[in-house]
């Protein structure tokens, strides 16, 4: 199984902050990982597919990055609307989430 | 417009057999490239991915979990199924089903069906 480590679990930033989450991948997972927002009581929501492609609808301050094992989601200038638990999801092999990073606001 | 939605039994009691159901629209099951899958999370916890199914009918389960768990899908009634079989205290969550493109991502969700497993 490939096991998927975000890091840091948890992340205080201020509105405009520039926010780095990272997501580990146990073993080369070929850019096949996708991240999503999941807000208090809301289904989980695509936000970057395929590495670095950004869901319609997404603002652009959203980006994603990162090849082999090591991938990002980068927020270019946080929002409070941000305030959320983000998840990397790896589909390469027997598709795995990772445990999740929760943005709050300092 | 691209809606999925989840019902299922709500409270089930250990050993027996969870059975789920994602009636959606928007796409077709037939579609090439078109996919359901189903994820689960339990409460205040992390995202657990279950099973895939392909306009195909080529089925993926989760390794840990593949001696329990049968997906299945209804093309003419836009329907796809999870059903987990000795369902334990620990299968208690919300179901999510999502529409996949091959391979992935899961660009649309249901709002989750809570099912908890008690005595």
């Known amino acids: 199984d490939i096991q998927m480590t975000q890091s840091p679990s948890v992340l205080s930033a201020s509105v405009g902050d520039r926010v780095t989450l990272s997501c580990k991948a146990s073993?080369?997972?070929?850019?096949?990982l996708d991240w999503y927002q999941q807000k208090l009581g809301e289904a989980p929501k695509l936000l970057i597919y395929f590495t670095n492609n950004l869901q319609t609808g997404i603002p652009s301050r959203f980006s994603g990055s990162g090849s082999g094992t090591d991938y990002t989601l980068t927020i270019s200038s946080l929002q409070p609307e941000d305030v959320a638990t983000y998840f990397c999801?790896?589909?390469?092999?027997?598709?795995?989430f990772g445990g999740g990073t929760k943005l709050e606001l300092k | 417009q691209v809606t999925l939605k989840e019902s299922g039994p709500g409270i089930l009691q250990p050993s027996q057999t969870l059975s789920l159901t994602c009636t959606f629209s928007g796409f077709s099951l037939s579609t090439y490239g078109m996919g359901v899958g189903w994820i689960r999370q339990p409460s205040g916890k992390g995202l657990e991915w279950l099973a895939n199914?392909?306009?195909?009918?080529?089925?993926y389960y989760n390794p840990s979990l593949k001696n329990r768990l049968t997906i299945s899908k209804d093309t003419s009634n836009n329907q796809a199924f999870l059903k987990i079989t000795n369902v334990d205290t620990a299968d208690t969550a919300t179901y999510y089903c999502?529409?996949?493109?091959?391979?992935?991502?899961?660009?649309?969700w249901g709002q989750g069906t809570l099912v908890t497993v008690s005595s």
């Open positions: 199914i392909w306009w195909d009918d080529d089925k």
């Open positions: 999801f790896q589909y390469n092999s027997g598709p795995t």
């Open positions: 073993q080369n997972i070929n850019k096949n």
């Open positions: 999502a529409r996949v493109n091959y391979p992935g991502p899961f660009a649309y």
